[in-house]
């Protein structure tokens, strides 16, 4: 399969605990997003990377959030002190440097935080 | 007004019926829209681009109306397997920093019945 891919699928963890999840983009695709889907709402932006270079932050990425992609090629989200509140579906999107490029999907990690 | 709003619905339609979902955006610089497709606990799917005013793919149909900020799906001839949220999604924005990081909608259910 050579589409994006995201590990672990799912993540059950207590509050307080930091929790990292990975995503690996389409090989070739220079730029990798991160956004965060609760239920019943689409999926909110988090940040984004051109090769390694982490350009965009949103304000839903608070200080107990990191995220990096040290080779620009996979990259990773880290949650340190998980709240309950953080409990949500961590979708990773990629795609190439073009004028109306496509992003592409990976499944997603699920994340409860109990 | 929110970035990009959209009628949750759900929508319960019969097989073989016509059904539109429409969309209201706030970015007028925005020069790109997308219909994703998604299915229940699955990730996001590029169902349909839009650039100019609109974009007919078989049974779908997308129409852009830049004055009033509009974005519409119409589905023909529905099919069982059309059953999905479908999200109308806009590019955030654009600078020299950034790349087409995207705004959803919340989504509009859609059940077809037999």
């Known amino acids: 399969d050579t589409g994006v891919s995201q590990n672990p699928r799912h993540k059950i963890t207590k509050r307080g605990q930091n929790v990292t999840f990975r995503c690996d983009p389409i090989?070739?695709?220079?730029?990798l997003y991160w956004y965060r889907q609760t239920l019943g709402q689409g999926p909110e932006f988090l940040t984004y990377f051109q090769n390694e270079a982490q350009l965009e932050k949103s304000r839903l990425l608070s200080d107990r959030f990191s995220a990096e992609r040290p080779k620009g090629s996979f990259s990773t989200l880290e949650i340190q002190r998980t709240e309950q509140g953080d409990s949500a579906m961590y979708l990773c999107?990629?795609?190439?440097?073009?004028?109306?490029?496509?992003?592409?999907f990976g499944p997603g990690t699920r994340l409860l935080v109990l | 007004r929110k970035e990009v709003e959209q009628d949750p619905g759900p929508f319960n339609v019969p097989e073989g019926a016509t059904v539109a979902f429409n969309c209201t955006y706030s970015?007028?610089?925005?020069?790109?829209f997308f219909w994703y497709r998604q299915d229940c606990r699955k990730e996001p799917k590029l169902l349909m681009s839009v650039y100019s005013s609109g974009n007919e793919d078989g049974r779908f149909t997308a129409q852009l109306n830049r004055a009033s900020q509009y974005i519409s799906l119409l589905i023909r001839d529905s099919k069982l397997s059309d059953s999905a949220t479908y999200l109308c999604v806009v590019p955030r924005g654009r600078n020299s920093n950034s790349g087409y990081a995207l705004n959803f909608g919340k989504g509009t259910s859609l059940l077809v019945t037999p």
């Open positions: 090989s070739e695709h220079n730029r």
């Open positions: 970015n007028s610089a925005s020069q790109s």
């Open positions: 999107a990629s795609s190439l440097e073009a004028p109306q490029e496509t992003q592409y």
